[in-house]
Antibody, heavy 118, light 111 residues
Framework: QVHLQQWGAGLLKPSETLSLTCAVY????????WSWIRQPPGKGLEWFGE???????NYNPSLKSRVTMSIDTSNNQFSLMLSSVTAADTAVYYC????????????WGQGTLVTVSS | DVVMTQTPLSLSVTPGQPASISCKSS???????????LYWYLQKPGQPPQLLIY???NRFSGVPDRFSGSGSGTEFTLKISRVEAEDVGVYYC????????FGQGTKVEIK
């Protein structure tokens, strides 16, 4: 049974860079696509993008200029960086797994609340 | 962008009664491979979303058979045949034919 555990700084100031990491326990790591999704308080879900084991990425164009995803196959981890954050980036951030590019998400991390405030 | 529009945005249901949620996409979700890339998720309070239905009508592993999905092209429906207390939460449709976008969510509560 796969388990996704995520962590990162929960409080940022405007203009700083958000950094989150998701570790994958159990199951295969290299055979999947790994995504980040966020949910502003009381609002809906927004997909950031996905990365596979070879580092191939597919980003949401609306966020692409500020997003960097990376992967560490030796530790079964993947990461999200979002630059120049503003209050609008305050949200719960989730990592999630898909079997292939464009697939549904069958496993999710527990979520990390990131608050941007001066 | 593919825009997903759900109706209604909220639903209050008596236990044991049926419920239905509609999801419309701004373009067809039918791919040339023959699959339709429409999914349904339920987000229970304080939890990440959980997959209910994939490719319009296929129940994910462990999902009770009171949940069913239907539709084609740009119009889709999630039905709960008999709502139970554990079904409360926010239901989202999602498309993946072009990147991923979600509907606004439909909040289901028990009367």
């Amino acid at each position: 049974q796969v388990h996704l555990q995520q962590w990162g700084a929960g409080l940022l100031k405007p203009s700083e860079t958000l950094s989150l990491t998701c570790a994958v326990y159990g199951g295969s790591f290299s055979g999947y696509y790994w995504s980040w999704i966020r949910q502003p308080p009381g609002k809906g879900l927004e997909w950031f993008g996905e990365i596979n084991h070879s580092g191939s990425t597919n980003y949401n164009p609306s966020l692409k200029s500020r997003v960097t995803m990376s992967i560490d196959t030796s530790n079964n981890q993947f990461s999200l960086m979002l630059s120049s954050v503003t209050a609008a980036d305050t949200a719960v951030y989730y990592c999630a797994r898909g079997r292939y590019q464009g697939d549904y998400f069958d496993s999710w991390g527990q979520g990390t609340l990131v608050t941007v405030s001066s | 962008d593919v825009v997903m529009t759900q109706t209604p945005l909220s639903l209050s249901v008596t236990p044991g009664q049926p419920a239905s949620i509609s999801c419309k996409s701004s373009q067809s979700l039918l791919h040339i491979d023959g699959k339709t890339y429409l999914y349904w998720y339920l987000q229970k309070p304080g939890q990440p979303p959980q997959l209910l239905i994939y490719e319009v009508s296929n129940r994910f592993s462990g999902v009770p058979d009171r949940f069913s999905g239907s539709g084609s092209g740009t119009e889709f429906t999630l039905k709960i045949s008999r709502v139970e207390a554990e079904d409360v939460g926010v239901y989202y449709c999602m498309q993946s034919i072009q990147l991923r976008t979600f509907g606004q969510g439909t909040k289901v509560e028990i009367k």
